[in-house]
């Protein structure tokens, strides 16, 4: 019988800072299970075995043993790349490595850490063309073109495919987005990389896929905090935050897909059909598809990622 999941994190040291995968389906790129009698295999391996009951009718249909989401910590000790990412469809039409499913990326942020004065790009400041664009870059004026916002903890931003965006020293993030690690520079500083020369831009290809009348993209608005907070919903996903303290029921039968918990802070006890487990603080579970009775049980408060396909 399935049981919820919890996964080794995969560390990745950057040039910028660090990048954890929390949760990964991705290429060679696969985390492992670490408790219960499935600990040590890849999801993957897990999904190959046991199909629509980890995944979801719904969402095996669509996918298959492929995982379609992909969970990250991201810790910005330096601003990261001005970059852009593809939509499905050019994805499909621009990938070169027939190894791994072409998807686009639209992703989301939720702001753990901010230092005072942390900010982040989000979209152009006004509508711009391809010239205007082509001449920022010769004369290292871009940033004149881009939405600078500034952001908290507990700030949450959809940024979807074809939105130009950077997050900048400071911040820390959890990013929830689609299984792809297609990202095309359009601007990184003149910076060097780890081999001492200048680090690759992909100008041609961000030109084709960003969406240059994009007005400015706000951050995520919260108007109520109760005990269960919907973040994002989309196509690629639907991601909530739940805030408990004491019990919290959760039943997913309608939706017949998976349910992934990143506990960003607190502790909880996960109770379902046939047992219980712990869930702590930066750790990820994947709930199966075949679980949809969910009980979250917290002595104090506890904070939680909810993401799921609805749609």
């Not at 070169?96 to 979209?123: C, F, H, Q, Y």
């Not at 075949?290 to 993401?307: A, F, G, Q, W, Y």
């Amino acid at each position: 019988m399935l049981y919820p999941l919890l996964f080794e994190p995969i560390v990745k040291p950057k040039i910028w800072g660090r990048e954890t995968w929390l949760l990964s389906g991705y290429g060679d790129d696969l985390s492992v299970v670490n408790n219960g009698f499935l600990a040590g295999n890849n999801l993957s391996e897990v999904l190959e075995i046991y199909m629509d009951e980890l995944a979801g009718g719904k969402v095996y249909d669509q996918f298959g043993t492929f995982f379609p989401l992909l969970f990250k910590i991201i810790d910005a000790k330096d601003d990261l790349s001005v970059q852009v990412h593809p939509n499905d469809e050019q994805a499909g039409e621009m990938m070169e490595d027939n190894d791994v499913r072409p998807m686009g990326k639209t992703e989301m942020w939720v702001v753990t850490k901010a230092e005072e004065d942390a900010s982040i790009v989000l979209g152009f400041a006004h509508k711009t063309n391809e010239t205007e664009l082509k001449r920022s870059l010769e004369d290292n004026s871009i940033m004149d073109l881009l939405q600078v916002v500034h952001v908290k903890k507990d700030d949450a931003a959809l940024i979807t495919a074809g939105t130009v965006h950077a997050l900048r020293k400071g911040t820390q993030v959890v990013e929830i987005q689609e299984t792809s690690d297609i990202t095309y520079r359009l601007y990184d500083y003149n910076r060097l990389g780890m081999n001492g020369k200048l680090r690759e831009l992909h100008i041609p290809q961000a030109m084709k896929v960003l969406k240059y009348d994009a007005m400015p993209q706000p951050l995520i608005e919260v108007k109520e905090k109760g005990a269960v907070t919907n973040l994002v919903i989309d196509t690629h996903f639907t991601t909530n935050r739940l805030r408990i303290k004491g019990t919290l029921q959760r039943d997913y039968a309608r939706y017949d897909s998976f349910v992934v918990y990143v506990c960003l802070n607190g502790e909880a006890e996960i109770e379902y059909e046939d047992g219980k487990m712990s869930l702590k603080e930066q750790q990820t579970c994947l709930i199966p598809a075949c679980l949809p009775d969910i009980k979250i049980v917290t002595r104090s408060e506890c904070d939680i990622l909810e993401t799921l396909i609805t749609e």
